[in-house]
């Protein structure tokens, strides 16, 4: 055992189990009154012995040159209480070529000339500040708003935050857009950021990535092959598809929404026989996507069993109706094509008619949501916003809730299909009643244009429900136009009831808007806290005239309303600063 291992093993063990062994070739010193202080002198003078007189070696085409170590000397010195007496590093010569090679330390390429600029001196004193834990909240907004505006992290901030996104998995897709390529060089070097390579466009490794890559290298070859040349890629993975572990796989059928054509369907059917539970899920989604497939015929046909349109007399008034009719069982065809016999969601509580929603409503739901919304606008002759105003009945049980169950299910297929016109009928329509969450998932379809206003209109009609929150969780910012005003419009109507039940709602509202409400709100608010804060009313009952009731900055409402104000100011001038 050499004699820096015997003083590594003294250290593993402690002191008083393995005492620190003596130094050979060298003058005897004093008996250190602590054991472990001697051992870590002598561990210095190791250190320092080790690396007196070393010269790094060149690289140059067929090895390293010879060189040679020259003598060097260890003067006299002290190391803490251990006095270090002359030592001497002999003479020795570093072989030439591989063996000089071996004993080389390996070269770091040096970072690539970045092609963006980096933020302002302003920008990057408030990137810091941030990420100090100053707003931390709105680091992810600082980083897509340096990306939007073509501007990169300084290279100084890049550790700290790639030390960020190693622990907030959230936040890597905007640290990959704005670290530029200093970070994937720094990524490079510390496997504990390895997260950020080949987590962009670029999945890097060279030509040999899909055969030497990692997973997220070899997804993000496929996405950027996808979008060039659909064919190759899926080549590509079907000669290497049988050999690639089920996580794997899933992960590499995930890229096939890039690009998703006629052309992938008999690929798709034959993952639908994987062993892999999430591989046959991705495949039949995918399926479920593409217009005119066979997947979308197979599920069009059971759905027409389910739901049909049947003429009715109603107080002598004829009228078409849509007749639902849950599936009775489950069976093998319907698992291999998506639908599970627990469907998600089918033990939950039935919204507002309460109860569970049940087996049979689950399949009904999961077999709407994967039928062509084509089906629908044949069988009827109708366009969607007519069709989704029919009156709908159970075609056994009067009291079943099929309008519910037939409308979730075609909000989830217009989500599924991207199809606007379907999803602003379903909005206008004020159908899903039960599940309001289920249309502002929709919001996401319509053109920005119309977005606004869809949305405040949903919000004015859940606001006071408990509903409320969880609708606003499924609408993403920025709440611009007609949803800022319906939003500063909930938060005032929050804001001047006292119950316990509004402070709460109160306080999660202005959670949500504080990261996604535009901050050219912040005036209106800032009005509103100062109101609340200077508020007087008349307490009845005490004869003397009006008593006045400060409620004070104290308060539940106005201290929400003043963080919320503090943030919107915040991020105004972090905007700001990143397109000036």
């Known amino acids: 055992m050499s004699t820096w291992n015997e003083h590594v093993t003294a250290a593993l063990l402690g002191t008083q189990r393995r005492p620190a062994p003596a130094l050979p070739d060298q003058?005897?010193?004093?008996?250190?009154?602590?054991?472990?202080?001697?051992?870590?002198?002598?561990?210095?003078?190791?250190?320092?012995?080790?690396?007196?007189?070393?010269?790094?070696?060149?690289?140059?085409?067929?090895?390293?040159?010879?060189?040679?170590?020259?003598?060097?000397?260890?003067?006299?010195?002290?190391?803490?209480?251990?006095?270090?007496?002359?030592?001497?590093?002999?003479?020795?010569?570093?072989?030439?070529?591989?063996?000089?090679?071996?004993?080389?330390?390996?070269?770091?390429?040096?970072?690539?000339?970045?092609?963006?600029?980096?933020?302002?001196?302003?920008?990057?004193?408030?990137?810091?500040?941030?990420l100090r834990g100053e707003q931390i909240r709105v680091l992810p907004e600082w980083l897509e708003a340096a990306a939007a505006n073509g501007l990169r992290v300084p290279a100084r901030l890049l550790p700290e935050l790639l030390e960020k996104g190693r622990s907030d998995r959230m936040l890597r897709p905007a640290i990959v857009r704005a670290a530029g390529r200093r970070g994937v060089w720094l990524a490079l070097q510390n496997t504990d950021w390895a997260y950020l390579v080949g987590a962009g466009d670029d999945p890097g490794g060279g030509p040999d990535v899909w055969e030497t890559g990692t997973r997220n290298q070899r997804v993000a070859h496929l996405i950027r092959l996808r979008g060039t040349d659909p064919g190759q890629a899926r080549q590509a993975l079907r000669e290497t598809w049988a050999k690639e572990p089920a996580p794997d796989r899933a992960a590499f059928l995930a890229t096939f929404e890039h690009g998703l054509s006629a052309d992938d369907e008999e690929f798709l059917e034959e993952a639908l026989e994987d062993r892999g539970k999430d591989v046959r899920q991705l495949a039949s989604d995918l399926l479920a996507r593409l217009p005119g497939s066979a997947y979308g015929r197979r599920m069009a046909v059971r759905a027409r069993e389910c739901v049909r349109p049947e003429l009715r007399t109603v107080r002598e008034r004829r009228q078409t109706w849509v007749v639902v009719e849950a599936p009775h069982e489950h069976d093998e065809d319907m698992a291999r094509d998506g639908v599970p016999f627990h469907p998600t969601g089918s033990f939950a509580p039935g919204g507002r008619a309460g109860g569970p929603?049940?087996?049979?409503?689950?399949?009904?739901?999961?077999?709407?949501?994967?039928?062509?919304?084509?089906?629908?606008?044949?069988?009827?002759?109708?366009?969607?916003?007519?069709?989704?105003?029919?009156?709908?009945?159970?075609?056994?049980?009067?009291?079943?809730?099929?309008?519910?169950?037939?409308?979730?299910?075609?909000?989830?297929?217009?989500?599924?299909?991207?199809?606007?016109?379907?999803?602003?009928?379903?909005?206008?329509?004020?159908?899903?009643?039960?599940?309001?969450?289920?249309?502002?998932?929709?919001?996401?379809?319509?053109?920005?244009?119309?977005?606004?206003?869809?949305?405040?209109?949903?919000?004015?009609?859940?606001?006071?429900?408990?509903?409320?929150?969880?609708?606003?969780?499924?609408?993403?910012?920025?709440?611009?136009?007609?949803?800022?005003?319906?939003?500063?419009?909930?938060?005032?109507?929050?804001?001047?009831?006292?119950?316990?039940?509004?402070?709460?709602?109160?306080?999660?509202?202005?959670?949500?808007?504080?990261?996604?409400?535009?901050?050219?709100?912040?005036?209106?608010?800032?009005?509103?806290?100062?109101r609340l804060a200077t508020e007087s009313s008349t307490e009845p009952g005490t004869g003397t005239g009006p008593a006045v009731r400060v409620v004070g900055s104290g308060t539940v409402a106005t201290r929400a309303l003043h963080e919320l104000t503090e943030t919107l100011r915040f991020r105004h001038e972090m905007l700001k600063e990143l397109s000036a």
Request: glycine residues 12%.
């Open 357 to 530: 929603v049940g087996a049979r409503a689950g399949w009904l739901r999961e077999i709407l949501a994967r039928t062509p919304l084509t089906t629908w606008t044949e069988l009827f002759g109708l366009p969607p916003m007519e069709i989704v105003c029919l009156p709908v009945a159970d075609a056994v049980d009067r009291d079943a809730r099929g309008a519910r169950d037939v409308h979730i299910g075609w909000a989830r297929a217009a989500l599924r299909q991207r199809d606007a016109e379907w999803a602003r009928a379903l909005l206008k329509g004020g159908v899903v009643v039960d599940e309001p969450e289920a249309l502002a998932d929709l919001l996401a379809i319509l053109p920005a244009a119309e977005r606004d206003v869809a949305a405040a209109r949903l919000i004015r009609w859940v606001e006071g429900n408990p509903d409320l929150l969880r609708v606003l969780e499924r609408i993403p910012g920025p709440w611009s136009g007609d949803l800022a005003d319906a939003v500063v419009a909930t938060l005032a109507s929050a804001a001047e009831r006292s119950s316990q039940r509004y402070e709460h709602t109160l306080t999660q509202l202005c959670r949500l808007a504080d990261q996604r409400l535009v901050p050219e709100a912040g005036p209106r608010l800032e009005a509103l806290a100062h």
């Open 27 to 130: 003058p005897a010193t004093e008996q250190a009154s602590d054991e472990a202080g001697r051992l870590l002198d002598q561990a210095a003078l190791l250190t320092v012995q080790r690396r007196a007189g070393f010269q790094p070696g060149r690289v140059g085409t067929g090895g390293v040159g010879t060189g040679s170590v020259g003598t060097g000397s260890v003067g006299t010195g002290s190391v803490g209480t251990g006095s270090v007496g002359t030592g001497s590093v002999g003479t020795g010569s570093v072989g030439t070529g591989q063996a000089a090679a071996a004993d080389a330390p390996a070269l770091i390429a040096p970072a690539p000339a970045e092609d963006v600029p980096a933020a302002s001196k302003a920008a990057a004193g408030r990137l810091a500040r941030i």
